[in-house]
């Protein structure tokens, strides 16, 4: 496989996760990726520029966003504290 594509087993070796995390991740539109077949593939640019615009966007809205199990429905998060 090309350097320019990862499979999900690379893309969650990448971000410290289970592979079914990315997989769920990708579903529900925050990681860019392509199913051909069976299997997803991800785009190296693509990923990278999505992962540089989860970290420019507000802390916050980074934890919400990714916090979601395995079968899509939101975790409980803990509540934010204010900002002193």
Do not use: F
Request: net charge positive; charged share 25%.
């Amino acid at each position: 496989m090309s350097e320019d594509i990862l499979t999900d087993e690379q893309v969650a070796e990448l971000l410290h996760c289970h592979v079914q995390t990315v997989q769920e991740w990708t579903r529900v539109g925050k990681l860019p990726g392509i199913k051909p077949g069976r299997s997803w593939i991800y785009p190296r640019q693509a990923l990278l520029d999505a992962l540089n615009e989860m970290a420019r966007a507000k802390p916050e809205s980074n934890v919400r966003t990714l916090a979601v199990t395995q079968r899509g429905k939101p975790r409980k998060v803990p509540p934010l504290l204010p900002v002193i």
